[in-house]
């Protein structure tokens, strides 16, 4: 299993974070930069993969609502793919 971990603090602003989560995930059929595309792309992720986040409070911090929806992405991606395990340190 691929073990990816992403860091709140490289999260600044929207365009950072999915240009990050992008480079991070290596996964470069992820275009449109928002939610939508990250659910659409992992949705389809047919690799194991476990993806970490540390500094959650920056994730917060950083881009208000907008991380904590973020979060959720991760969180509902993990319950319709099995390949992907989402954990926040």
Not at 7 to 30: N, R, V
Not at 57 to 79: A, C, M, N, S, W
């Amino acid at each position: 299993m691929r073990t990816v971990r992403l860091d709140g603090q490289f999260m600044c602003d929207a365009e950072a974070a999915h240009s990050y989560i992008q480079a991070q995930l290596g996964i470069h059929t992820y275009s449109g930069f928002n939610l939508d595309a990250l659910y659409d792309v992992l949705s389809a992720y047919d690799k194991t993969i476990w993806i970490t986040l540390i500094n959650e409070p920056l994730v917060h911090e950083f881009l208000g609502d907008y991380g904590e929806r973020l979060i959720q992405t991760f969180q509902d991606i993990e319950k319709i793919n099995e390949n992907i395990q989402f954990s926040v340190f």
